[in-house]
């Protein structure tokens, strides 16, 4: 699997998580990174994406100012630092690797290798 998603677990409204997404195989600096997610019974949303190499980010609106999306090139991962969790939150979250062509950051469309996803769990 290139891409494998960790972090997730049971916390708090008002807590924090930090999801990792670490590859293999290839070189995530090289390439743009999104965030899905998967509420229970709704369809996956796109959450945030870093572009490669000058790592712009952004945000849905739902988790703009909560969330920050970051490179460690060292460690090769992305991560998803989520503060002041909601149970509006709780979701599947995936990683996903950007593919080459004009896409909208929430393009599904746009992303050719997808993690497994991590379950992110917000308790009110």
């Known amino acids: 699997v290139p891409l494998q998603a960790c972090g997730g677990g049971l916390v708090q409204a008002g807590g924090s998580l930090r999801l990792s997404c670490a590859a293999s195989?290839?070189?995530?600096?090289?390439?743009?990174i999104g965030w899905f997610r998967r509420a229970p019974g709704k369809e996956r949303e796109w959450v945030s994406r870093?572009?490669?190499?000058?790592?712009?980010?952004y945000y849905a609106d739902s988790v703009k100012g909560r969330f920050t999306i970051s490179r460690d090139n060292v460690e090769n991962t992305v991560n998803l630092q989520m503060n002041s969790l909601k149970p509006g939150d709780t979701a599947v979250y995936y990683c996903a690797r950007r593919k080459s062509g004009y896409y909208q950051h929430w393009d599904q469309a746009g992303y050719d290798y997808w993690g497994q996803g991590t379950q992110v769990t917000v308790s009110s």
């Open positions: 195989g290839f070189t995530l600096v090289d390439y743009g």
């Open positions: 870093i572009s490669s190499s000058v790592a712009r980010t």
